[in-house]
């Protein structure tokens, strides 16, 4: 934990939070990271079922103004970095609007998505104009025929092409996730890799988490940090620590390769001390942890006229109860949640 001194204020039984996105144990809340929809166009294994998950109606999802609402509400609370995701966001017919929206709005510094990329290629030009900053763009692996047993769908080409898009429109910051399988793609860590030799973007390495209704995860797919570092450092032995941010494990850079390669602990969950984001569902909840089984409702709070004030309140303080971390989390309760896609990510 970053800041041992605030944890004496939460063992004191503290319960009136202060006027600031803060916790109990002293960590502050800058990025909302919002889900945009539940919908999507592919079905990764480890997230939903062939057979899609029980989609709420489009009634319960949030609308464009609500979510605007709710992003001007956080920015006067400091929030200053906002990520749209999903399901997948470029099924959402008003995301360029929603981004040029939110760019627009006085403390918001940084606009992200994540995104599969299979539909970026028509929508990559004009999120630039929006003023995106940087797009997250899932791909786990780059072999068509595996794409298709890890996506369910034939799209791998789109979703390059997509990827593509994004360097041509000059979006300035370009991630590419790879959710790291053993057996699956941890033969492919090399030519991952190799996609930051000449370009200045990110390849992520994420732990698979147990997030989906099949969990896919008990299936011995699972590989750690630890040995996704390991693997790294074997193929590559002349790559360097460098800096990342807050929840990105490490940070490595091959010597005289234009970009990074980031490995993300999200089952090993050893950052949560570093934990600065806030989580809102396709359907309108805070969650203050990805792995919290209470959400708040700020979606209904909103439809039954609550104030700007009520809504600082309800999120001030479902942010003042996020628990330790994420193991603390996961134990307090049973997830409320089938599948990542109506959580984010
Ligand atoms: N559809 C978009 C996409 O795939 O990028 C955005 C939503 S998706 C839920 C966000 C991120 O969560 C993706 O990078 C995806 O790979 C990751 N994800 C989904 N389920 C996961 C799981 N069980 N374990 C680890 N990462 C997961
Ligand atoms: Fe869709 Fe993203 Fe889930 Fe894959 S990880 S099924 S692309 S929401």
């Known amino acids: 934990m970053k800041n041992k001194t605030n944890l004496s204020l939460a063992s004191s039984g503290a319960r009136i939070h202060p006027r600031i996105l803060i916790d109990r144990f002293g960590r502050t809340f800058n990025y909302l990271r919002i889900a945009l929809n539940e919908m999507c166009n592919l079905r990764c294994i480890y997230c939903m079922p062939e057979e899609g998950i029980q989609f709420k109606s489009k009634n319960e999802?949030?609308?464009?103004?609500?979510?605007?609402?709710?992003?001007?509400?956080?920015?006067?609370?400091?929030?200053?970095?906002?990520?749209?995701?999903?399901?997948?966001?470029?099924?959402?017919?008003?995301?360029?609007?929603?981004?040029?929206?939110?760019?627009?709005?006085?403390?918001?510094?940084?606009?992200?998505?994540?995104?599969?990329?299979?539909?970026?290629k028509q929508y990559a030009a004009d999120l630039q104009g929006s003023g995106l900053s940087g797009i997250n763009i899932s791909i786990d692996t780059l072999n068509p025929e595996k794409y298709i047993q890890i996506t369910r769908r034939d799209e791998v080409g789109r979703a390059l092409e997509g990827l593509e898009a994004a360097k041509t429109a000059g979006i300035l910051s370009i991630k590419i996730n790879v959710v790291a399988l053993r057996g699956f793609n941890d033969s492919e860590i090399v030519e991952f890799v190799e996609l930051t030799k000449n370009y200045p973007l990110t390849v992520r390495f994420i732990e698979l988490m147990p997030f989906d209704a099949h969990q896919i995860w008990k299936t011995g797919k699972f590989f750690s940090a630890e040995n996704i570092q390991k693997e790294l450092k074997n193929h590559f032995p002349d790559i360097k620590t460098t800096d990342g941010t807050a929840t990105e494990h490490a940070i490595f850079q091959v010597p005289d390769y234009a970009g990074k390669v980031a490995v993300i602990p999200s089952y090993s969950r050893n950052l949560c001390g570093n934990c600065n984001r806030i989580r809102l569902t396709a359907d309108g909840k805070i969650r203050n942890c990805l792995y919290a089984h209470n959400e708040f409702n700020l979606r209904d709070l909103m439809r039954s006229g609550g104030t700007k004030e009520e809504m600082k309140e309800l999120i001030l303080s479902a942010m003042w109860k996020k628990l330790f971390d994420g193991w603390t989390a996961q134990k307090s309760g049973s997830n409320s949640r089938e599948s990542m896609t109506q959580i984010g990510g």
Not at 110 to 120: A, E
Request: net charge negative.
């Open 61 to 120: 999802m949030m609308t464009m103004e609500e979510i605007m609402r709710i992003i001007t509400v956080v920015s006067e609370l400091g929030v200053n970095k906002i990520r749209f995701t999903g399901g997948e966001p470029l099924l959402r017919k008003d995301l360029v609007e929603l981004v040029e929206k939110t760019s627009l709005i006085s403390g918001i510094n940084s606009v992200n998505m994540t995104t599969n990329g299979v539909l970026l």
